[in-house]
């Protein structure tokens, strides 16, 4: 299999994509299709569908050893049998996302709410049948057992000026949006987790990179994060 072109996302990094598509709604991401594709034609008729299914590649695993039990990060340290999860590490890493389709360009097409790094391959786009693939009644697995506590997320003074005049160079994205979502989601492997309230044997400050920018964070009590610096690395 060939890609049809690679995806270009806000999410910079493995670490802060959000894991699974929709939680960060306006996350950006745009996909240049090959030209041997002909996009112009090829996309003809996708711009009636509002979500599409992204068919992809985890192109940044790192290790390609099997294993039958994996630790999906919302089980806190506990293990699922592999294809009870979405873990990026499986017999054939490919990645499954449902995303909103923005628009379709002459050469491609842009999209909200991905869970895939910048750079990622693309195997194939199909639209979302909504007539036979919404299912409100199916069950949701071990998931929809897992309670998790609200996140809240407040930036500094100085975070917050950097915001305004980040914001002031991406007009058409809602920079804050994005970001809130994406701490809200904790995205701290679980061995950070835990350590809140006092001193932990690992860092605390994390960051994530989002489009230029570098959004420092870390958590300043078990369910609030404070965004204190934003460094660009435009200039
Ligand atoms: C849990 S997977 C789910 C992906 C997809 N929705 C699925 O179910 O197949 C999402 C995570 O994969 C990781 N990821 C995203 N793009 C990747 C890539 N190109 N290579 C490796 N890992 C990637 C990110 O850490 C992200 O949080």
Known sequence: ??????????????????????LVKKAWAQLKIRADLQPEESLQGLEGFSHVWLIWVFHQNKTARFHAKVHPPRLGGATMGLFATRSPHRPNPIGLSLVELIRVEKDGIVVAGADLVDGTPILDIKPYLPFVESLPEARSGWPAEVAQEPIRVEFTEHAAKLMADWQKRYPETALQEIIEETLKLDPRPVVYRGYEAGESPYRNEHAVRLFDGDIHFKFVGPNLVSVHDILFTHN
């Open 1 to 22: 299999m060939e890609p049809i072109g690679y995806i270009e996302s806000c999410f910079r990094d493995k670490f802060g994509t959000p894991r699974q598509p929709g």
